[in-house]
């Protein structure tokens, strides 16, 4: 089925480890973003893809880097894991402005 | 700044009943989309309904409608006949001009709706 897709779906991380959050959609989308959810804080943009070869930072990038060599793939890296980055993380693609976004299933990391 | 609120934390309905979320924002922007989204306990997000500013007629998808108060910056979502299914996390979100050709979208925190059987 054509969508976003999120891998892993939950990860246990300790302080100081570094890791990579996959994003893949097979939707020709060429907006792609990173948002994470906390408690009571709703969804807070992380980075942001209006390209391939295009990235930019969001509300909350500290601690994160991103990169989009293709259309299809946009993943996230922790350089860092702190016990602050303890969240639901979403990828979500879209069209065009006007468009909602497509979301993946999420990753839910725990940083220890 | 653009910002979302939904000021309902939690909500319930009987089945079969009808429900209405809040939401407001608030912007300076004449021309924006607004968005409700659902987040059942799967964690996926489904897009649920899109309103244009510009336009004045409500939108409306199923059994999910909109009423659309563009001067009180208000957008509030219908659930008519409510289902077991719609038991989620439903987000109001804004969809925001950066001023450099590109828009960011803003969550409010969401409302948890409970449908009592």
């Known amino acids: 089925n054509a969508g976003v897709t999120q891998t892993p779906k939950f990860q246990v991380l300790k302080t100081g480890q570094s890791m990579t959050l996959q994003c893949a959609q097979d939707?020709?989308?060429?907006?792609m973003s990173w948002y994470r959810q906390d408690p009571g804080m709703g969804l807070r943009l992380i980075h942001y893809s209006v390209g391939a070869g295009i990235t930019d930072q969001g509300e909350v990038p500290n601690g994160y880097n991103v990169s989009r060599s293709t259309t299809e793939d946009f993943p996230l890296r922790l350089l860092s894991a702190a016990p602050s980055q303890t969240s639901v993380y979403f990828c979500?693609?879209?069209?065009?402005?006007?468009?909602?976004?497509?979301f993946g299933s999420g990753t839910r990391l725990t940083v220890v | 700044a653009q910002t979302v609120t939904q000021s309902q934390p939690e909500m319930s309905v009987q089945e079969a009943e009808t429900v209405t979320l809040s939401c407001t924002y608030d912007?300076?922007?004449?021309?924006?989309?607004l968005f409700w989204y659902k987040q059942p306990p799967s964690r996926q997000m489904i897009l649920v309904i899109r309103?244009?500013?510009?336009?004045?007629q409500n939108a409306t998808e199923n059994r999910f409608s909109v009423n659309f108060q563009k001067a009180a910056k208000s957008f509030s979502l219908k659930i008519s006949d409510s289902q077991l299914g719609d038991a989620a996390m439903y987000f109001c979100?804004?969809?925001?001009?950066?001023?450099?050709?590109?828009?960011?979208?803003?969550f409010g925190t969401g409302t948890r709706l409970k449908v009592l059987a």
């Open positions: 979100a804004y969809r925001r001009n950066t001023g450099s050709g590109t828009y960011k979208y803003i």
């Open positions: 979500a693609s879209r069209m065009t402005d006007n468009y909602g976004y497509t």
């Open positions: 912007t300076s922007e004449s021309d924006y989309y």
């Open positions: 309103q244009e500013a510009y336009k004045q």
């Open positions: 939707m020709n989308h060429e907006y």
